[in-house]
């Protein structure tokens, strides 16, 4: 069985990715896997456990990077979030496509590891936009929205570092361009 493809999508928070990821994520034509990230941060109203992050402690994070357990990781607003490598690896050789939805710096040392990763990176219609969808959620502290909104404009410049743009005026169109161009890299894999 040839294995999956490993999928990264970034975008700043608040951009719509877990939205947009709700439309093609069940089509089983895409053959997806969600990798489950493990992160330090508090859980949001409605995330479960196991499901929407692992949530865990500082301590077990640092003993997670220590291990080596960890694709990629970064610090983010002050938490720590990263990808468990063995997931990851167990899912693509059953012929998973693994999606992670991690940001820039995480996307870069995926992209040092794995040259072949498909990568793309979804912008909002406009930064005005963004600002409102990230006071939107109220689950943060203006400090917390403030520092979001900074690292979003520096996200933005990261941009050409993927394979793909997509915007998100439209969740769903922009999840049938997403996966629009994940047929067309399994096709391209399946035929070489
Ligand atoms: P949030 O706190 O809004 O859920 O996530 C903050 C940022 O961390 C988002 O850009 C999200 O995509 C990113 N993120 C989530 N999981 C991971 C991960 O495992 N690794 C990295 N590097 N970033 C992640």
Known sequence: MKKGLLIIISGPSGVGK???????????????????????????????????????????????????ELLEWAEFVGNYYGTPLSQVEKLRNEGKNVLLEIEVQGADQVRAKCPDALSIFII????????????????????IVQQRLAKAENEMKMVCNYKYIVCNEDPQLAAELISSIIKRHMYVEENV
């Open 124 to 143: 909002p219609p406009s930064m005005e936009k963004l600002e409102k969808r990230i006071r939107g959620r109220r689950s943060e502290p203006e400090e």
């Open 18 to 68: 877990g939205t947009v990821r709700k439309y093609f994520m069940n089509d089983d034509s895409l053959r997806l896997a969600y990798s489950i990230s493990m992160t330090t941060r508090q859980p949001r109203e409605g995330e479960r456990d196991k499901v929407d992050y692992i949530f865990t402690t500082r301590e077990k994070f640092e003993e997670a990077i220590a291990k080596g």
